[in-house]
């Protein structure tokens, strides 16, 4: 049973444009969602979060929407730059327990 | 700020052995640290939750015994995989966050995660 989910395994985007990354989740109880940044063999950083009694985060160049009603929330990356390469990942926590669910993943590729 | 040290960053050993794996916060106190697994190509598996000076609440099919954790401290958690096997082989990660559970949200903080290799 997949909570989260992130439908799009990969994702090209041309430097300079927009990055939009998507994931829905099931879970009616999730009220925190973050994104994080995973190169190869290293462990995930945090780029982002959101509580859900919010519906936009901005942390410079990174945008986080949520939308609970549609059970969704996005990343938006903006101007990409070559090193935004990388695998993103959003994860969700329920009721101030930090057990997070984490999403499979899309493999982002900046395009120079 | 917020820096968590995983040791070591690769391990092979031969199947029976134990392999012990160690995750630190460097620059914060960290109250409640979590154990994930990670195969190719797939998300990360919450292994199990652990917090400072009390017992670790694993996950559904998470074998105790196999899998000891032990968090005696404010800034160390060790993972113990033992009587390893060929399918223990995955790449662990631990991370941490300063919250008490059920208290606040705060980040996980990563480390850099561990390759064991089990032949």
């Known amino acids: 049973d997949q909570q989260v989910k992130q439908n799009s395994p990969s994702l090209s985007v041309q430097e300079g444009r927009i990055s939009i990354l998507n994931c829905d989740y099931t879970?009616?109880?999730?009220?925190?969602f973050l994104w994080y940044k995973k190169y190869p063999a290293e462990g995930p950083t945090f780029l982002i979060s959101i509580s859900s009694i919010k519906d936009k985060n901005e942390d410079g160049r990174f945008t986080v929407f949520l939308n609970k009603s549609a059970k969704h929330l996005s990343l938006h990356i903006v101007p990409s730059q070559p090193g935004d390469s990388a695998v993103y990942f959003c994860?969700?926590?329920?009721?101030?327990?930090?057990?997070?669910?984490f999403g499979t993943g899309t493999r982002l590729t900046i395009i120079p | 700020g917020a820096v968590v040290s995983q040791h070591p960053s690769w391990v092979i050993c031969k199947s029976g052995t134990s392999v012990k794996i160690e995750c630190r916060s460097l620059d914060f106190q960290a109250t409640t640290m979590f154990w994930y697994r990670q195969f190719p190509k797939q998300s990360l598996m919450l292994m199990a939750t652990?917090?400072?000076?009390?017992?670790?609440?694993?996950e559904q099919g998470v074998e105790k015994d196999k899998f000891l954790i032990n968090h005696a401290s404010l800034t160390l958690s060790t993972l113990t995989v033992t009587s390893a096997h060929p399918e223990d082989s995955s790449f662990y990660i631990c991370?941490?966050?300063?919250?008490?559970?059920?208290?606040?949200?705060?980040?996980?903080?990563f480390g850099d995660g561990t390759r064991l290799s089990i032949l």
């Open positions: 994860a969700a926590s329920a009721g101030g327990n930090e057990k997070l669910t």
């Open positions: 652990s917090n400072e000076g009390s017992k670790a609440t694993y």
């Open positions: 879970n009616s109880m999730f009220d925190y």
């Open positions: 991370s941490a966050t300063a919250g008490f559970l059920g208290y606040s949200n705060q980040p996980q903080h």
